[in-house]
Structure formats: C-alpha cells, structure tokens
C-alpha cells in the first residue's frame, strides 16, 4: 500500500510504504489459577442471590468467549474446574514448558500460540525457570487479588507477572488487575484480551474499553469501592 502525505504549507508531497504483514490465527491455551484464594467471594451475586467466587466468575468471563472447536469439550472442562485445597508454590515453568510445545505445533501450521493466564493468589509471588531468549508464544494476564496484608503482598506478585510477560512473550502480552471483587471489570479485561497479538498497540496507548457514564466534577465525585490499586509501574 503506497499513502501520499500532501504538506500543509508547500507543494512538496512525501511518499512512503506499508509493507504488507501476514495476520495468523492462533491457537490459545487458558489456564486458571484454582488456589483456594480462587474461592474468595466477589461483590457480584449470581441468579440465585448468592456471592459469586472468583472462580465463578471466571467461568462466566471465559465462555463469553467463542470457541471455534472442540466447543462441548471446552465448555465441559470450564464447568469442571474446582479448587478445594491450596496448590503449592507458584511455579510457571511447567506452564511454559507447555505453552512452547504446542506453541511448535501451531507454528507448523502457520498459526501463532497464546496462553491466558488467571491468576488468583496475593499471599504466593510467582516465579519460573525459562531462558531469556525462547519466546515461542505470547502471555497475558489477568490477576484478581485481594489488599495488602500480613500474609498479602498483591503488588510484588503484581510485579513478578509483569516480569513473567515480558520475560516470554514473542509478540505483546497484556496484564489487567483488579482488587474490586467486581465480575463485571473481569468481564471488561477478558473483552480487551481479545484482541489479536500481532494487532495491539503496546499496552501503555490502550484507553478501551470507555466508560459510558457521565463523568461527574471532583467535587461530586463518589468513591464506588474502597480496593487498593496495584500499581502498574
């Protein structure tokens, strides 16, 4: 594709080129978090007027999505996902052993791969063992966590997903927080993670989803919810 800029105070026009790139499907891996911390109760309640867990919201957020195969299995395995005792320590490598096997069968098929990753614990800090330079696939996150506390520390686990993503992402992985114990901003951040990796801006310019109230003056302005940020820097 060839675009001709026409300058504003001479006659002088630039040229330049947009070199034409391959958009591959992809194949993506979910994986979810089923510590006990998974069972917390959120601010949103079900059909039934009871609290949803974590992880009943997170089954909700991840058949919002479409599968395009094995769509009964899929679904099946999202409704059987329970946690009744705590998983250990946090390790990731296996995680990403996995992740790059089959992230070798997509790339023989000219796909790219992706893993979601739902992470739910504040009191273990994730880690792995993964060289530097094999990034064979593309990592997002989405972390629910709770405030900081004795046995809570949400922002160094922040911070070692962030380190995770950028450590074995092949093209640019998103990471969303919430402390709300709100389904709905679970929603939202499975809705922006839909967007196709070699399409995203870095995650710094994203300003979607909006919100469609009317913003009120600081002076008017409510605290809807009193969860503490994680912060992002």
Known sequence: MEVVVQGESSDVSSKY???????????????????????????????????????????????????????ESAVAAVMGLSATSSCGPADLTSLFQIASHEAKKSRAQNR??????????????????????????????????????????????????????????????????????????LYRHMCVLLSHPQQRCPQEYVDIPKSLTKKLPASETMPCDDSVPVSSQ
């Open 17 to 71: 080129t947009l070199n034409p790139s391959r958009i591959c499907n992809e194949d993506i891996l979910l994986c979810v978090d089923v510590d006990v911390e998974s069972l917390v109760e959120m601010k949103s309640t079900g059909s039934n007027g009871r609290p949803l867990t974590r992880l009943d919201s997170i089954k909700q957020a991840i058949l919002m999505k479409e599968f395009s195969s094995e769509v």
């Open 112 to 185: 790219i791969f992706r893993v979601i990753l739902i992470y739910c614990r504040s009191s273990a800090k994730p880690h792995h063992q993964w060289p530097i330079n094999r990034k064979l696939f593309t990592l997002d996150v989405i972390y629910l966590h709770d405030k900081p506390g004795p046995d809570n520390c949400p922002q160094e686990v922040y911070d070692a997903l962030v380190e995770s993503l950028e450590h074995v992402s092949e093209y640019e992985g998103y990471i969303h927080e919430s402390g709300q114990g709100l389904a709905r901003v």
